[in-house]
């Protein structure tokens, strides 16, 4: 662990690593961008669809449009998903220039966020109305704290000069 106790690790990374990490990272990109079209079979986004239309399709979907079965067995999927993108990322911000206190807050964020999401599509389906905003609120704050972990390090890797660092500070 000591590999990400000190500053920026990113930058000194040999080149198939930060390509490994990019590509990763570009997969993961396209991954939430394909969940938009999910979203909209679900919600169906619209240039004049007000919030509250947005919330009844929801609130539609989860209380009527799925079994709870098939709820069951996408949680189930996201269960075992979910947490290995995080602990990726994780790593890879871990190798990031911030320092120590942004990372932990970041890493806080990003894991709160994912359970919190994860467990969202059954708020909806047992709160309605209630607890529908906590499905939108927890994925923009899954998707933040993504790109933060997913950004900074690309960032300090393909931008940043490597500084080796002495025996001393390691």
């Known amino acids: 662990m000591r590999e990400f ?3 920026a690790r ?3 990374l040999p ?20 969940c938009v079209g999910l979203y ?13 239309e947005l919330y009844r399709h929801l609130v539609g979907y989860y209380r ?18 979910m947490p290995l993108y995080l602990l990726v990322l994780g790593h890879l911000f871990l190798l990031s220039g911030l320092d120590a206190r942004a990372k932990k807050g970041w890493i806080a964020a990003a894991i709160a966020f994912t359970a919190v999401h994860l467990f969202a599509p059954w708020a909806v389906y ?3 109305s209630a607890l529908a905003w906590v499905y939108p609120i927890s994925g923009v704050g899954l998707l933040v704290s993504f790109a933060v972990m997913m950004g900074v390090p690309l960032f300090d890797m393909w931008t940043a ?8 500070n390691s």
Not at 40 to 52: L, Q
Not at 64 to 81: D, M, N, Q
């Open 10 to 12: 990113a930058a000194t």
């Open 15 to 34: 080149r198939a690593v930060k390509v490994l990490y990019t590509a990763f990272c570009a997969f993961t990109v396209a991954g939430i961008l394909s």
């Open 161 to 168: 000069s490597p500084r080796i660092p002495s025996p001393e």
């Open 5 to 7: 106790a000190s500053a």
């Open 40 to 52: 909209d079979g679900i919600v169906a986004f619209g240039a004049r669809t007000t919030p509250a």
């Open 64 to 81: 009527a449009g799925i079994a709870p079965r098939k709820l069951l067995e996408v949680t189930h999927f996201h269960l075992f998903s």
């Open 126 to 128: 047992f709160g309605g």
